[in-house]
Nanobody
Framework: QEPLVESGGGSVQTGGSLRLSCVASPTVFRRCRLGWHRRLPGQQRRELVAKVGTDGVTNYAASAKGRFNISRISGMNSLILQMNNLKTEDTAVYYC???????????WGQGTQVTVSS
């Protein structure tokens, strides 16, 4: 099983919503902090969008607060990012990621494109 498999990207107009999903292998889900990062157009580095620890504590980038919600679904080993009130500046490739002290190493998903148009 792949450590992280994403789905749910797509195209939407400003003000719309999208839901990103990431299915993790059982070991990764149980041991690792999980998060979403994104790479904006023309940028090389990825920036944190939101993350959630194994204890359920969440952390959001300022740009995501109040609009995005991250959650872990234990029964499905899934990480969800609900994105509401999307803006054109949210256009990016979004990556699921796993890391943390009890994670054997950092993992990245393959990325999923989110395009927001006006």
């Amino acid at each position: 099983q792949e450590p992280l498999v994403e789905s749910g990207g797509g195209s939407v107009q400003t003000g719309g919503s999208l839901r990103l999903s990431c299915v993790a292998s059982p070991t990764v889900f149980r041991r690792c902090r999980l998060g979403w990062h994104r790479r904006l157009p023309g940028q090389q580095r990825r920036e944190l969008v939101a993350k959630v620890g194994t204890d359920g504590v969440t952390n959001y980038a300022a740009s995501a607060k109040g609009r995005f919600n991250i959650s872990r679904i234990s029964g499905m080993n899934s990480l969800i990012l609900q994105m509401n009130n999307l803006k054109t500046e949210d256009t990016a490739v979004y990556y699921c990621a796993a890391d943390g002290a009890y994670c054997d190493r950092a993992y990245w998903g393959q990325g999923t494109q989110v395009t927001v148009s006006s």
